[in-house]
């Protein structure tokens, strides 16, 4: 009788663990999100009516998150540099949601300008009188081999992507302490946790942002109202490799491949609006292979070193083949 009780609680187990490393194949982001998006808060109740300011609006994740915060009744702040741009997405989010025109105000805005940062963080908190949530979006990535990469470039990416951010940050922060409430949601990346060939200064910029960030989030410990989230996608469909930096400023990028392959815009960015509305502090948000190997670093960094190695050496080979270095790694290399 207890050998079949014993058999019975192995075979439990063993179906148990079998259904979590099938969850796990299919997970396309970290345990604690995945785990809000099933029995958390739903966007749609808790965003409700907040006061949103997304940077990069105008393309890729940022324009998503308009048009998702849009349809959860969020009165918007949309900013980014052209401001042709934001007047389109503003006008489909109108047409995609019950906002009016009052609700979403178009803020133009160069991330490099940081002496103009104060006076814009102004005119968008005069407007709504307050700001709920502030997203940093905005930013650049990088396609160039650190051998051949101008150090202007390395400046660049620190200017934009590290600096430009923490000084909207700073300048949205203190407004927010008054209230004692508040969030500040920081698109980072995966290679903010590791690092990714092709993009030595782009990962450097996320790991600056990683580190201030996870810093500033315990500085605020007597604001416990006030929620400082990191998020870190994987590959997702954007704009973002055509504007990625190369090894010259001002030089374009020479293959933008077909980004098909990468996870919708539209799962992503639903992750993003779960994460903040549940208080996620760190959300990892990727499809698989790439989820698996941050567990991977995680736990053990040197094999999980080995097998980057592996796929690093196939992304050097299809960029120095021309090819474009993320959509390479999911068909065989043809021609150059
Ligand atoms: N798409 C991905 O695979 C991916 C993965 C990880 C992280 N990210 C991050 O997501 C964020 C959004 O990127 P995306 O993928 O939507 O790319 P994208 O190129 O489509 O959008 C970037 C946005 O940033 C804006 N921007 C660029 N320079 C700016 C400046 N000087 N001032 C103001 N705005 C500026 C652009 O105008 C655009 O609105 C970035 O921070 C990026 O690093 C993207």
């Known amino acids: 009788m207890d050998c079949c009780i014993a058999s019975a609680l192995c075979c439990f187990a063993a179906l148990c663990l079998l259904v979590h490393f099938v969850c796990f194949l299919v997970a396309d982001a970290d345990f604690t999100l995945l785990w809000a998006a099933l029995v958390g808060h739903r966007p749609e109740s808790k965003l409700k009516g907040l006061v949103v300011w997304v940077t990069g609006a105008s393309s890729g994740i940022g324009e998503e998150l308009a048009y998702q915060l849009a349809k959860c009744g969020s009165r918007l702040v949309l900013s980014a540099r052209r401001e042709d741009e934001?007047?389109?997405?503003?006008?489909?989010?109108?047409?995609?949601?019950?906002?009016?025109?009052?609700?979403?105000?178009?803020?133009?805005?160069?991330?490099?300008?940081?002496?103009?940062?104060?006076?814009?963080?102004?005119?968008?908190?005069?407007?709504?009188?307050?700001?709920?949530?502030?997203?940093?979006?905005?930013?650049?990535?990088?396609?160039?081999?650190?051998?051949?990469?101008?150090?202007?470039?390395?400046?660049?990416?620190?200017?934009?992507?590290?600096?430009?951010?923490?000084?909207?940050?700073?300048?949205?922060?203190?407004?927010?302490?008054?209230?004692?409430?508040?969030?500040?949601?920081?698109?980072?990346?995966?290679?903010?946790?590791?690092?990714?060939?092709?993009?030595?200064?782009?990962?450097?910029?996320?790991?600056?942002?990683?580190?201030?960030?996870?810093?500033?989030?315990?500085?605020?410990?007597?604001?416990?109202?006030?929620?400082?989230?990191t998020v870190c996608p994987g590959p997702v469909q954007s704009q973002i490799v055509g504007n990625s930096f190369t090894e010259e400023l001002n030089k374009p990028v020479a293959t933008v491949g077909n980004q098909e392959h990468k996870m919708p815009t539209s799962r992503c960015v639903r992750l993003m609006l779960v994460g903040i509305a549940n208080g996620v502090k760190e959300m990892w948000i990727a499809q698989q292979p790439f989820l698996v190997f941050y567990y991977a670093w995680q736990y053990a960094p040197t094999f999980a070193w080995s097998v980057t190695n592996m796929l690093g050496r196939k992304r050097v080979q299809n960029f120095k083949a021309g090819l474009d270095a993320d959509s390479a790694y999911f068909s065989k290399p043809k021609t150059s």
């Open 86 to 229: 934001l007047n389109r997405v503003k006008r489909h989010c109108l047409e995609s949601s019950n906002l009016k025109d009052g609700d979403i105000l178009v803020l133009s805005l160069d991330l490099l300008e940081r002496t103009s940062h104060e006076e814009k963080a102004k005119t968008a908190i005069q407007y709504f009188g307050h700001i709920d949530v502030l997203i940093n979006n905005g930013g650049r990535s990088q396609r160039s081999l650190c051998l051949e990469t101008n150090v202007d470039v390395y400046q660049a990416l620190m200017e934009l992507n590290f600096l430009g951010t923490v000084s909207i940050t700073k300048q949205v922060l203190p407004h927010m302490t008054q209230r004692g409430t508040g969030s500040i949601v920081t698109v980072s990346s995966v290679v903010g946790l590791a690092g990714a060939p092709l993009a030595t200064g782009y990962s450097a910029s996320k790991h600056a942002l990683q580190g201030f960030f996870n810093s500033l989030r315990t500085e605020l410990t007597d604001y416990p109202r006030i929620l400082i989230s």
